[in-house]
């Protein structure tokens, strides 16, 4: 059986693909910034999501 031979690529690090989180320690202003924002509270943290524009989302606690 012949060796198998592999062929590297390039791994791009994963945090220059993800949208970060803002945490922010007022979420009346997190909300107001785009008219698609929702605040949630989810496991005793707020948070403000918005799915048309991802980098809005904010946590608070």
Do not use: D, W
């Not at 060796?3 to 590297?8: C, G, I, K």
């Not at 993800?18 to 698609?36: L, Q």
Request: proline share 7%.
């Amino acid at each position: 059986m012949a060796p198998v031979a592999f062929q590297l690529t390039e791994v791009k690090p994963t945090y220059a693909l993800t949208s970060f989180m803002k945490v922010v320690s007022s979420i009346k202003s997190a909300k107001k910034r785009h008219p698609a924002c929702q605040v949630v509270r989810r496991k005793g943290k707020i948070y403000v999501i918005n799915k048309v524009e991802p980098r809005y989302k904010a946590r608070q606690g």
